[in-house]
């Protein structure tokens, strides 16, 4: 299917695609637009492993002076600002060497469907966890990540019905407050988190009211809208409402499951591992996203009951039943890890089987030489 996008921000329109339009002038014609894809996502991991590393559990910030060194919260400013340069210019470059491909397509989508958790995942370190004084709760850091899904799956399934991706405006807004926050806590230092700036709420306290507002007064009804319009225009891809709602079944079975772990597990599991849990739900949201995504563009159905339900029902209740006592934690390695590596396989089977059936290299302009 065609691919076709809608981008209304004004942030976007009037401001950052001026900027994408010069930064694309740089890149030489041979370098294929997947090797950008890639590039952004590396540095997006390679700057959550450097903060994991410093800040395992999300207190370095809490103390003060903070434990992070001044140069890793720069060099974040500096990979999320590269990251979201990539990611706004593969396209303009795919479309530039006239190399746009569904698989192209799909290694962006499919790719932003994991760093949107990377980037939320990363952003925690900045305000650091609940210390009695200050910084963010890790149920609070639960609900946030979910909402920043909720929202990127909204787009996908109204892609699914519409045909049409329509360009969150979330997007370019916390991509700038991202990357302004990384530069503020590395020229200010942490202690700007941990001061109420405005009738005793704090920075944080604000950007959470400010997501949530995002998505529940201004993504989600948009995205009801233009299915709605979709609908009254007789476009609408699937005919009934049983195919149309058939996408959330899964991203919202896997949420419940998720959430039932937090709110019942004897060894409060997201109090005490809250990287790997919190990672964990990332890398399953966005395989089971993935699966939407090449449905979406198949136009075929995707299945009831993804996969990572069943052994996620079951580590479930094996955790929340006392089953496992102790062992929580090493059960909730394991399965990450476990489901990290699925993740990563499946990107690679789909990549390896597209480029064959599209007789393309991935990270190379050349075509493939027929047998």
Known sequence: ???????????????????????????????????????????????????????????????????????????SAFTTFCAYALDSIDGKHARRTQSSTPLGELFDHGLD??????????????????????????????????IVLFN???????????????????????????????????????????????????????????LIGFSLFLSFPQTLYNIHRAHVKKTLKNDSLYEGLLPLVSPLLLFLLLTVWVVLSPGNILAKQPRLFLW?????????????????????????????????????????????????EVMLAGFTLLVTAAHVHYGLCVGVQLSEHLNIYIFSLKKRVQE
């Not at 995707?302 to 955790?319: C, D, G, K, M, R």
């Open 1 to 75: 299917s065609q691919y076709s996008a809608v981008d209304t921000n004004p942030l976007s329109v009037y401001i950052m695609q001026p900027i994408w339009d010069k930064i694309i002038k740089i890149v030489p014609l041979w370098i294929a637009p997947n090797l950008l894809t890639f590039s952004g996502f590396a540095m997006i991991l390679v700057n959550y492993f450097l903060l994991s590393f410093y800040d395992w559990d999300y207190t370095a910030s809490g103390t003060s002076p903070g434990l992070v060194p001044t140069w890793v919260w720069l060099f």
């Open 152 to 210: 990127f799956m909204c787009s996908h399934w109204e892609k699914y019905n519409t045909g049409v991706l329509f360009l969150p405006w979330g997007y370019d807004i916390s991509q700038v407050v991202l990357i302004a926050a990384y530069l503020l806590t590395g020229t200010v230092g942490v202690e700007i988190w941990q001061k109420p700036f405005l009738f005793g709420y704090y920075i944080t306290d604000a950007l959470v009211i400010l």
């Open 113 to 146: 469907s994991w760093a949107t958790s990377i980037f939320v995942l990363s952003f925690f370190s900045v305000c650091s966890r609940d210390t009695g004084k200050t910084g963010v709760s890790v149920y609070t850091m639960y609900i946030y990540l979910s």
């Open 280 to 328: 964990l739900v990332g890398v399953a949201f966005s395989n089971v996203i993935c699966k939407v995504i090449i449905c979406q563009m198949s136009s075929t159905q995707p299945e009831l009951f993804h996969w990572v339900l069943f052994p996620l029902a079951l580590v479930v209740s094996a955790a929340t039943s006392g089953l496992l006592g102790c062992l929580e």
